[in-house]
């Protein structure tokens, strides 16, 4: 059975950090992109980043310059560290798996397209 489940989500203050994972299990992780997702209170789910297995990445505009996406393929997990978080960066956090063409096209795709496996979710809070 396929497992994808964030961790290391939690409550920051503004400017603070954040490192949240993600092991796989039960695919073929290397043949799949990556992406991180998010759904904010009220809020459509866009994409925050994603990479796929020939070390391309693409960011959000909101993401880009304080969040960075990795993969460990040895160990099925992937990561995004996230610094100088904001507000309006409290939202779940969901890890996906995609036979995407391209991690741009992961990050843009619309928000009700169905992504092949998901995790359940890692919630960040950003307040002070």
């Known amino acids: 059975q396929v497992q994808l489940v964030e961790s290391g989500g939690g409550s920051v203050q503004p400017g603070g950090s954040l490192r949240l994972s993600c092991p796989a299990s039960?695919?073929?992780?290397?043949?799949?992109?990556m992406g991180w997702f998010r759904r904010a209170p009220g809020k459509e789910r866009e994409g925050v980043a994603a990479?796929?297995?020939?070390?391309?990445?693409s960011y959000a505009d909101s993401a880009k310059g304080r969040f960075t996406i990795s993969r460990d393929n040895a160990k099925n997990t992937l990561n995004l560290q996230m610094n100088s978080l904001k507000p309006e960066d409290t939202a779940m956090y969901y890890c996906?798996?995609?036979?995407?063409?391209?991690?741009?096209?992961?990050?843009?795709?619309?928000?009700?397209?169905?992504?092949?496996?998901w995790g359940q979710g890692t919630l960040v809070i950003v307040s002070s």
């Open positions: 039960a695919f073929r992780f290397s043949n799949y992109c």
């Open positions: 996906a798996a995609h036979p995407a063409p391209s991690p741009s096209w992961m990050v843009g795709v619309p928000s009700n397209y169905g992504m092949e496996f």
């Open positions: 990479l796929c297995s020939d070390g391309t990445t």
